[in-house]
């Protein structure tokens, strides 16, 4: 495989769950959780996906490791396409890809030892041989910062920053290409989020592994990120590297989170103009045509409410150049919006 390829591409994916059905009946409604969403990650970057609540995230991710089905579209990971290989056939790539999950509280079995944790990936996999799994264990353990002692002690007995470790360590276990983390700091202390997020950091440096960051903390996912993408009800509306998008929002929903972020300077905070959405969020099950965003979108708004917004989906197009690596899904993507400061200004 060319390390330049990239090691996950995802084209036109959708997942929709049904509602209303039953065994015999079938649903009358789906929820339309992911709707035809593309993008790529390559070999040792990091993707952060970010978005409100309800906007898809975790359903990308989880996806992506068939947990959730997807309903149409494409995954290709390391080369092979994976949407719709048995599950037997599965469980081989299941090293290339792994997952931290968003509660370190509910993710590791309480009847089990670290030890047992950390040892069951290698298990699963037959890796490596029986006799050096507990060195295998005790390498992870010190991976992660930990002390390899802890090995016998159980998930009650750790904070929950030590927990999110143990999470890591396991996901590190089978030595994947990719790591899925799903929120993998909001459920901590603000006084241990950023010690997790160095560790990622420090781990991608070290062994060169690739994240898909799904989170709503618009900071931390500038500070962790080469690129972002933005999503909103089920589709990504801007994708850029993560400076652009701080400092070149294209995407008036992108300008619209960015600007609810605090910055620390109280004088360039009380200047800084905020952009309120009006309206609340439309249901999964009931889309809006056209634009997803059109019912709050303020730019529409300003220039008049456009027919074409509500009659055509705009495609997540690249901006200016046809060159360009910041896309954007929006039909007045090249007109000029206000950016929102910086928080280095």
């Not at 799904?214 to 994708?239: C, K, P, Q, T």
């Not at 993560?242 to 600007?259: D, G, Q």
Request: glycine letters at 6%.
């Amino acid at each position: 495989m060319n390390n330049n390829d990239p090691i996950l591409k995802v084209e036109n994916l959708s997942v929709r769950f049904p509602i209303g059905g039953g065994l015999i009946r079938k649903a009358s409604h789906f929820v339309h959780a992911v709707n035809d969403v593309s993008f790529s990650i390559n070999r040792g970057e990091t993707l952060g996906l970010v978005g409100e609540s309800g906007s898809g995230k975790t359903t990308v991710g989880r996806a992506i490791v068939r947990v959730n089905e997807p309903h149409e579209g494409s995954i290709v990971l390391d080369g092979q396409e994976i949407v719709h290989l048995k599950p037997s056939h599965m469980r081989p790539l299941r090293r290339k890809v792994q997952m931290v999950f968003q509660d370190p509280y509910s993710s590791l079995d309480p009847r089990q030892s670290v030890r047992q944790i950390l040892s069951e990936p290698l298990v699963t996999h037959n890796l490596p041989l029986k006799t050096e799994r507990g060195d295998r264990v005790e390498e992870l353990l010190e991976l992660v910062g930990l002390d390899p002692a802890f090995a016998s002690r159980y998930p009650h007995q750790f904070s929950g920053g030590q927990r999110q470790r143990i999470g890591i360590a396991r996901a590190l276990a089978v030595e994947p290409e990719l790591i899925i983390c799903d929120e993998p700091i909001s459920a901590l202390d603000v006084s241990i989020q950023a010690q997790v997020v160095n560790l990622l950091e420090s781990l991608k440096e070290k062994i060169g592994i690739a994240y898909l960051f799904i989170a709503h903390d618009l900071a931390v996912v500038r500070h962790i990120s080469d690129r972002v993408a933005v999503m909103y009800l089920g589709s990504i509306v801007e994708v850029a590297t993560a400076s652009e998008i701080y400092e070149n929002p294209k995407h008036p929903y992108t300008l619209a989170l960015l600007s609810a972020v605090p910055v620390p300077d109280s004088k360039i905070e009380r200047k800084r103009s905020r952009t309120i959405l009006k309206g609340d969020i439309p249901s999964p099950t009931d889309m809006p045509s056209g634009c997803a965003f059109h019912t709050r979108c303020p730019l529409r708004e300003k220039l008049g409410n456009p027919e074409i917004c509500t009659a055509e989906r705009p495609a997540l197009a690249p901006v200016g150049s046809h060159t360009s690596d910041h896309l954007v899904s929006c039909h007045f993507k090249d007109d000029e919006i206000t950016p929102v400061k910086s928080k280095k200004e």
